[in-house]
C-alpha cells in the first residue's frame, strides 16, 4: 500500500497525462484512418480527444507546480543564499496556495450547476460534468502539491547551520537541487565543479 501510495505522490499527473496522451493519439489515428482510407469520419472523435485535452491542460498546471518548472523570473532571488531563496519561496508559494484554495469553492459551483443541468456532449452523449470536473479536481490536487513544496521550503528555511552556496558542500547543493527538482540540474553541475576547483587550490597552496 506504501508503496502504491508513493507512486501515485511521484507520478501521478505524468501517469494520467500519459494515458490521455495515448488516447488521444489513438483516436486521432484511427480518425485519420476511418477519413482517408474508409471514407468515412467518426464524430465522436474529435470531441473525446478534445475532452483529454482539457483534463490534461489542468493536470499539467499540478506538474508544473510540483517540478517547479512553472515559467518564472528568478534573478532577483538568485542573490540571496539558500535560506533566503527558501522564505521567499515559501511566501511565493503562500500565495499560490491561497489562490488555488479560492478557486476550489467556485469549480465546486460550477460543477454542481452542471450536474444539474443535466447537460450532455452532442456527439457523445457523455454527461458534461465529467469534463466539468477537470477545475475542481485538479485545483485540489495543485493545492495539494503547493503545501507539499511549502513544507519543503520552510524546513530549509529553520535550519540554524545554513551557510552560503559558495561555502557550502556538495551535499547541500544536491539538497537544494532535490528541492527544486531537475531544472537547476546545469547549475548543479556548474557549482560542484567551482567546489572541486578550489578544493585542488587549496591543496596546491
Not at 494520467?16 to 477519413?35: D, W
Not at 540554524?160 to 547541500?172: F, N, Q, R, V
Amino acid at each position: 500500500m506504501k508503496k502504491i501510495l508513493h507512486y501515485l505522490d511521484e507520478y501521478l499527473e505524468e501517469f494520467l497525462m500519459v494515458i490521455f496522451l495515448i488516447a488521444m493519439t489513438l483516436i486521432m489515428g484511427i480518425q485519420v484512418f476511418s477519413r482517408y482510407i474508409l471514407g468515412m469520419s467518426l464524430s465522436w472523435s474529435e470531441e473525446i480527444t478534445r475532452y483529454l485535452f482539457i483534463w490534461s491542460a489542468f493536470l499539467s498546471v499540478s506538474l508544473c507546480t510540483r517540478k517547479c518548472i512553472s515559467i518564472k523570473i528568478d534573478q532577483f532571488i538568485q542573490i540571496f543564499p539558500r535560506r533566503g531563496k527558501s522564505l521567499w519561496k515559501v511566501l511565493n508559494l503562500t500565495v499560490e496556495f491561497v489562490f488555488f484554495v479560492y478557486l476550489i469553492p467556485y469549480s465546486f459551483i460550477y460543477l454542481k450547476n452542471t450536474i444539474e443541468s443535466g447537460q450532455v456532449s452532442p456527439a457523445c452523449g457523455i454527461p458534461m460534468y465529467y469534463v466539468q470536473a477537470a477545475p475542481f479536481v485538479c485545483f485540489i490536487i495543485t493545492a495539494f502539491r503547493i503545501a507539499q513544496r511549502w513544507f519543503g521550503e520552510w524546513k530549509i528555511v529553520l535550519k540554524k547551520d545554513e551557510k552560503p552556496l559558495e561555502e557550502g558542500s556538495i551535499a547541500s547543493i544536491i539538497e537544494e537541487a532535490v528541492v527544486e527538482d531537475t531544472y537547476r540540474e546545469k547549475e548543479l553541475v556548474e557549482d560542484i565543479e567551482a567546489i572541486h576547483s578550489k578544493a585542488e587550490k587549496r591543496k596546491e597552496k
